[in-house]
């Protein structure tokens, strides 16, 4: 009797469980507005500019001389990207005010505060908490994923969704879009993201908290920051470390982990692999040069060439030694961000100036053409949607062409190279590595839009990376330099392969290697300097340190990845099943034939 009182009383307090309804029609209303209203006023603009003037000034002119002598042919042979990035910046401006009317809208309905927002059952908080979601998101694509992604920064602040300080930069990431307070001078690298909500299953709460990060901060890749935590300055998270909610950071520390966890300056220079040598190209290097470690360093002498392996080897082993002897003084590297990460972006606008002239001029013309030729009303809209696909393609492909140009120029002014470096303002190899990548950016961010996926291989193929089209990328974002891939590997979707990263005031660089048939899983990140042995698979979510070479056949799992167990998927004998008996707990072998049509099996 007692069991049957309990589990009424528990039935009859069971708390609601409705099914959540969207408002689609709010959604396609938000959607429609920004879109369209956002594309108005630049269209005007645009048309205007060409039917008045480049059309009679540029493309009806039937001299070729002429086009490079008269002053109206110049000017708008020189105007036209203009125009088009001024257009492009206009509808970006539009983008940002009819959201920020939405937005604040939402806000005066139901404001944006701290606490737990019930899912089982409808209410006025959750409707606006959608909406919000749901409007930011187009926007958001636009900016991180367009041009000029520094600008999402003006963005958020410009609409009041986040609070985000000066010369702070985000890499590419699917979050970061409301309700953050980030400090002045951080960098957040390749899908690292600041949460600040959680939903907890279908019918489950939304944990809807502000986050918080102060300056100075430094995430590498692939980073967490749990709804509601406070990172405080000077922090520095390696890659794949992630906070629970509400979480605190005191800062000036370095972590890691899931859940991370502080760790000390000594284990960052085992992780980097420093050596005493390093510390000469750190900034504070006057308080090392009483150091013992440095004084025996510098009297040792350079070694004829016949020795220079077996000094390598000895280096080696004297830094493992060092490392150990080191006193807390001399571990204290300055790793905080450096704020020319953002600054330097802004001077590469003029590299992409003629980039978008010359494609933009093959594609006008084009254009032209075809409505030269093609007067009929019914044939042109009959033949146009073609045309318009082929005209973007011809777009695509012009970029491709003439920033490889570009890129071939820039080589032969400064060769790329591996080594670490001042990540600074006025330093040639970060500089230059920062003009590489964002002439890189535009045309993997084009080719990554086209409808054709396989095309963003021929990219990293032209562009620098050695691979063939036996290996895919599923989504995962992948630096433009010093990678190769073997025969067939694959990359899982979320992963980050970095030849290159930011480790606080230092940029290091160093190739990355696959072998054949590796498999990289889901959200793993990949250091510079890996070398993964062929057969060898990285879970998901796991990460590799920087420099660490990983054995052929086995599965690596972990933060950092350590050796789980061999990859005997990669020699299992097609024709050899193993069966298990269970009532006899014994294990047997049973051959079988190999499942393929019989003139393909001298193939196996």
């Not at 990431?173 to 690298?189: A, K």
């Not at 959680?198 to 920051?225: P, R």
């Not at 005191?250 to 284990?267: D, E, H, Q, V």
Request: include cysteine; proline fraction near 4%.
């Amino acid at each position: 009797m007692k069991g049957q009182l309990s589990i009424k009383k528990v039935t009859e307090n069971k708390a609601p469980r409705e099914e959540v309804k969207f408002h689609y029609s709010w959604y396609l209303l938000i959607l429609f507005t920004i879109y369209l209203g956002s594309l108005v006023i630049p269209a005007i603009l645009f048309m205007t500019y060409v039917i008045l003037f480049f059309l009679p000034n540029f493309l009806e002119i039937t001299n070729f001389f002429t086009l490079f002598t008269e002053i109206k042919a110049i000017i708008a042979l020189i105007s036209m990207p203009l125009v088009i990035i001024g257009c492009y910046l206009i509808r970006i401006f539009l983008i940002g005010v009819i959201t920020r009317e939405f937005w604040r809208w939402s806000e005066r309905k139901s404001p944006s505060k701290n606490g737990i927002i019930p899912r089982n059952f409808p209410s006025k908080t959750l409707d606006y908490y959608q909406v919000r979601s749901f409007m930011i998101k187009y926007p958001k694509n636009v900016l991180v994923k367009g041009v000029f992604p520094w600008l999402s920064n003006w963005f958020y602040n410009f609409i009041g969704a986040n609070k985000i300080g000066k010369e702070t930069t985000f890499e590419e990431s699917p979050s970061n879009d409301r309700f953050m307070e980030i400090g002045n001078n951080c960098y957040f690298g390749v899908n690292s993201a600041i949460a600040t909500h959680v939903v907890e299953g279908i019918f489950g709460n939304i944990s809807y908290f502000q986050s918080k990060v102060g300056d100075n901060v430094t995430t590498a890749a692939a980073n967490v920051v749990g709804p509601g935590s406070e990172v405080k300055n000077d922090s520095y998270l390696l890659p794949l470390a992630a906070t629970p909610k509400h979480s605190m950071l005191k800062g000036k520390n370095y972590y890691w982990g899931m859940p991370l966890r502080r760790i000390f300056k000594k284990k960052i220079m085992k992780y980097l692999r420093i050596r005493s040598k390093d510390l000469k190209i750190n900034a504070n290097i006057e308080q090392y040069k009483e150091n013992k470690v440095l004084n025996e360093s510098e009297a040792q002498k350079i070694p004829q060439k016949n020795e220079i392996n077996q000094k390598e080897q000895n280096d080696s082993n004297s830094d493992n030694h060092n490392l150990n002897t080191l006193i807390e003084q001399d571990l204290a590297i300055d790793f905080t961000t450096s704020s020319a990460i953002s600054r330097v972006n802004i001077k590469f606008l003029a590299i992409y100036l003629p980039i978008f002239w010359l494609s933009g001029m093959l594609t006008t013309i084009l254009f032209y053409t075809f409505t030269l030729f093609v007067r009929a009303w019914i044939m042109l809209a009959f033949f146009l949607p073609a045309m318009i696909i082929f005209m973007w393609f011809i777009f695509i492909m012009g970029c491709f062409f003439f920033s490889k140009l570009f890129l071939i120029l820039i080589n032969l002014i400064h060769k790329p190279k591996e080594g670490i470096f001042r990540a600074e303002k006025g330093n040639s190899d970060f500089e230059f590595w920062c003009l590489r990548t964002e002439l890189k950016k535009i045309v993997f961010w084009l080719i990554r839009n086209w409808p054709l996926p396989w095309m963003d291989i021929m990219a990293f193929k032209v562009f620098g990376i050695k691979m063939t089209l036996s290996s895919s990328l599923w989504d995962a974002w992948c630096d433009g330099e010093f990678i190769k891939f073997g025969h067939k590997v694959l990359v899982g979707q979320g992963a980050a392969v970095m030849s290159s990263t930011v480790v606080g005031k230092y940029l290091i660089i160093k190739e990355v290697i696959f072998d054949d048939y590796v498999v990289i899983g889901g959200q793993a990140v990949i250091s510079p300097g890996t070398v993964i042995g062929k057969e060898s698979i990285v879970g998901a979510l796991s990460t590799t340190n920087f420099n660490q070479i990983l054995d052929p056949g086995w599965i690596y799992l972990g933060v950092p990845v350590t050796k789980f167990k061999p990859n005997k998927y990669a020699t299992m004998q097609r024709e050899i099943l193993m069966k298990r008996d269970v009532d006899e707990e014994k294990k047997f072998e049973i051959e079988y034939e190999v499942n393929i049509e019989e003139d393909k099996k001298d193939l196996v």
